[in-house]
């Protein structure tokens, strides 16, 4: 699942910002499993949404210029037949 990878790459890219140890955006890729013109492209379509990254070249580390929450969650689990109702998709 795709998305789901995304959704939890992204959850790692945002813990490894939070606390500025991304590395290097060679190191930064190598840790998020992605290409380095990857990285890029991912940073780029987060500072496109408005999300708040800058690269210090001097810690050699990416970081949010200003106070950002960031909270992307995904559940699963079974529902009974009462909790159902109200759902707009996810039943058979």
């Known amino acids: 699942m795709k998305f789901i990878d995304h959704i939890e790459r992204i959850n790692r890219l945002h813990e490894l910002i939070k606390h500025r140890r991304t590395g290097t955006p060679v190191e930064l890729a ?20 408005g999300v708040p990254i800058e690269y210090s070249r001097q810690l050699k580390t ?19 037949e009462d909790e159902i109702e109200g759902f707009g998709g996810g039943s058979i």
């Open 30 to 49: 190598r840790r998020l499993d992605l290409s380095q013109s990857m990285v890029f492209k991912v940073m780029e379509e987060l500072k496109n949404k």
């Open 62 to 80: 990416y970081y949010y210029s200003r106070k950002y929450l960031m909270n992307i969650n995904i559940d699963f689990r079974i529902v009974n």
